[in-house]
Structures are given as C-alpha cells and as structure tokens.
C-alpha cells in the first residue's frame, strides 16, 4: 500500500542520478549570469542583465533545474511513474528549450568574441576579458546539463516506446504479401 516501488531498476536509478546531476550545474550556471559584471573605464560597466538571451538562459535553466529535482522525486511515487508519457513529453520540451537557450548564449558568446562589421559592432572581449571568460564558464556549465537532458530525453522515449510491443501482421496480410 506504500507509495514507493519495491522493485528498482538500473534506468530508474540512472534517471534520477542524471536528475540530480544536472541540477548544480544549471544552478551554477545561473549563479554566475546573475553575478557576471565588469567595469570598464573606457567603456562603463558591462552586466550580464543586459542581454535578453542571459535573461532567457537563466529562466529556462531555473525552470530546468526545478522540473529535474520534481521529476527526480515523482520517479519513486508509483502512481506517477506509470505515467511514462508525462515524463517523455516533459521531457523533451525542457531539452528543447535547453537547446534555445544554449543557442542564445552561444550567439551573444560569438558576438562577444569576434562583432558584426556589419553592423560595426566590434568585439567586446579584450576590453571585458574577466566578462566573457565567465560567459564560456556558463557555457560549460549549460552544456553539461543540456547533455543531461538530452540522454534523460532517449530514456524517457525508451521507457515509454518499449511498453509497446512490435507490430504484428494478422492473418490475411501474409497471404497479400505472398502474391
């Protein structure tokens, strides 16, 4: 009548662990935007809320961080972990924001590192160096727990897709076939 499985598999075990895993770093990754300033004489202060994509990043890696740790422990409460599809749909949409953050910050890296002649930006790293060596910190530490989610992603699609046997030929179809 206990709300906890008896019986634990591997995957399980893997999941949560992988959960749990990503959580530090998504929530060091948003320690370090939030605190990632520089002052510069010739050019003023440059804060990392300045940017909307950092903004987006911290959002999404707070959200990230927050469905990690209460999947994490909806694993071992059996009425939810029959749910696979809540898990593989939830799943897959964090991932995938995870990929639009990530891209958000690899652009603003990017621009940092090298402008846009185009529209006369010019980049921004030898006058903030200490700014954007932390910007490649946040980087690492949201690719870690992109990594994270994307094998969380094929675990959930594998514990919901095997549930499903292959699909079977009934008995006229092979008579078809044969002609």
Same mark, same amino acid.
């Given at each position: 009548?206990? /709300? $906890?499985?008896?019986?634990?598999?591997? #995957?399980?075990?893997?999941?949560?662990?992988?959960?749990? $895993?990503?959580?530090? $770093?998504?929530? @060091?990754? /948003?320690? #370090?935007?939030?605190?990632? %300033?520089?002052?510069? =004489?010739? *050019?003023?202060?440059?804060?990392?809320?300045?940017?909307?994509?950092?903004?987006?990043?911290?959002? /999404?890696? @707070?959200?990230?961080?927050?469905?990690?740790?209460? &999947?994490?422990? =909806?694993?071992?409460?059996?009425?939810?972990? =029959?749910? &696979?599809?809540?898990?593989?749909? =939830?799943?897959?949409?964090? &991932?995938? #924001?995870?990929?639009? @953050?990530?891209? @958000?910050?690899?652009?603003?890296?990017?621009?940092?590192?090298?402008?846009?002649?185009?529209?006369?930006?010019?980049?921004?790293?030898?006058?903030? +160096?200490?700014?954007? %060596?932390?910007?490649?910190? /946040?980087?690492?530490? %949201?690719?870690?727990? !992109?990594?994270?989610?994307?094998?969380? &992603?094929?675990?959930?699609? *594998?514990? !919901?897709?095997?549930?499903? +046997?292959?699909?079977? #030929?009934?008995?006229?179809?092979?008579?078809?076939?044969?002609?």
């Amino acid at each position: 009548m206990g /709300i $906890f499985e008896e019986n634990v598999s591997g #995957l399980k075990v893997l999941d949560c662990a992988l959960r749990l $895993f990503l959580v530090p $770093f998504s929530i @060091a990754a /948003i320690w #370090l935007t939030l605190t990632n %300033h520089q002052d510069n =004489s010739s *050019y003023g202060e440059l804060v990392s809320s300045y940017f909307m994509g950092l903004k987006y990043m911290v959002y /999404i890696s @707070a959200v990230s961080a927050g469905y990690a740790l209460l &999947a994490a422990v =909806s694993l071992w409460v059996r009425c939810l972990v =029959s749910k &696979a599809w809540i898990f593989f749909v =939830s799943d897959q949409v964090v &991932a995938y #924001l995870m990929v639009t @953050a990530m891209a @958000a910050l690899g652009e603003i890296l990017y621009l940092s590192y090298n402008g846009d002649q185009k529209v006369t930006w010019s980049e921004a790293c030898t006058s903030y +160096g200490r700014f954007c %060596h932390r910007m490649k910190l /946040i980087l690492g530490f %949201h690719v870690v727990a !992109l990594w994270c989610f994307l094998l969380l &992603a094929v675990i959930s699609a *594998y514990r !919901l897709f095997s549930r499903f +046997g292959p699909p079977t #030929l009934s008995s006229k179809e092979p008579e078809e076939e044969r002609t």
